[in-house]
């Protein structure tokens, strides 16, 4: 379910906005001077799988000899861990 709900209602009610959105799973697009600006909308699981990341991964650009230099200074540079007392 969808609502339409005016930025000034938004923020003086924004409590009850959130507790809707949370509990009851409500979307809110809020506008200002009648323009949506933006939608207050439950938190969704990522879009991005295991394999999808596996995916992007394997056909990315590969780093060049510039950025693993670049990384290795940057671990050397790095203060040594503290010792663990147990």
Not at 44 to 50: Q, T
């Amino acid at each position: 379910m969808e609502s339409r709900i005016s930025a000034t209602q938004a923020g003086r009610n924004l409590s009850d906005v959130l507790n809707r959105v949370h509990y009851r799973g409500e979307v809110f697009v809020v506008e200002r001077g009648g323009q949506p600006i933006c939608r207050i909308e439950p938190v969704g699981p990522s879009k991005c799988s295991a394999r999808d990341l596996a995916h992007l991964l394997q056909t990315g650009p590969k780093p060049d000899a510039e950025f693993w230099e670049e990384l290795k200074r940057v671990i050397e540079s790095q203060p040594p861990m503290p010792e663990v007392p147990w």
